[in-house]
């Protein structure tokens, strides 16, 4: 079965950075898009951006350009989000899901989540 | 971007009833909707997609209706596991947006 499964909570400083990861499995992961989404925990859902597997074309929220920078290693199934220069309005959980090819806007799995805590 | 405004916030509903969740877009999303689940500490699941369409698993007491501006989420014989949050999300257009969320409990 399609399994997203994220790296771990983090705890950051601000002003640094943070690469999350999903690894996939069960799917093809060439032939699919990733978008990742952010949540404050009690609040609703943000798209942050997406990222099609197959040639690393992206897309970004524009309130997102510059803070989140989408990849993936198609030889280990995996994507990534690079945030940067976080500050405590960056702590959130953040999940990945994926986006089937002709209808990548819907998420049809997702990842359990990481939580980002940005604190001195 | 287009901004989806969810009603009602919070709704409690007793087992076996029958609740409904409305979501408005700001412009038209030509069905490009679709209806999450999510429980506490848990990630969202997908219900619906193109406002109507069952997603594969779903209960079929899940269902979703509307066209245009309007969209909504119907649970028929509401059961214990159906307590959880509910997030519409439009995939018209760029970028992506979620309405607000209705949080459903148990009366």
């Known amino acids: 079965q399609v399994k997203l499964q994220q790296s771990g909570a983090e705890l950051v400083k601000p002003g640094a950075s943070v690469k999350l990861s999903c690894k996939t499995s069960?799917?093809?992961?060439?032939?699919?898009?990733m978008s990742w989404f952010k949540q404050i925990p009690g609040q609703s859902i943000e798209w942050i951006g997406m990222i099609y597997a197959g040639d690393g074309g992206t897309g970004y929220n524009q309130k997102f350009k510059g803070k989140a920078t989408l990849t993936v290693d198609t030889s280990s199934s995996t994507a990534y989000m690079d945030l940067s220069s976080l500050t405590t309005e960056d702590s959130a959980v953040y999940f990945c899901?994926?986006?089937?090819?002709?209808?990548?806007?819907?998420?049809?799995?997702w990842g359990q989540g990481a939580s980002v805590t940005v604190s001195s | 971007d287009i901004q989806m405004t969810q009603s009602p916030a919070s709704l409690s509903a007793s087992l076996g009833e029958t609740v409904t969740i409305e979501c408005r877009a700001s412009e038209d999303i030509y069905n490009g909707l679709a209806w999450y689940q999510q429980k506490p500490g848990k990630s969202p699941q997908l219900l619906i997609y193109n406002a109507n369409s069952l997603h594969t698993g779903v209960p079929s007491r899940f269902s979703g209706s509307g066209s245009g501006t309007q969209y909504s989420l119907k649970i028929n014989s509401l059961q214990s596991e159906d307590v959880a949050s509910y997030f519409c999300q439009q995939y018209y257009d760029y970028p992506w947006t979620f309405g607000g969320g209705t949080k459903l409990e148990l009366k």
């Open positions: 899901a994926r986006g089937e090819l002709l209808l990548y806007g819907v998420m049809d799995a």
């Open positions: 069960g799917y093809t992961f060439s032939t699919s898009y």
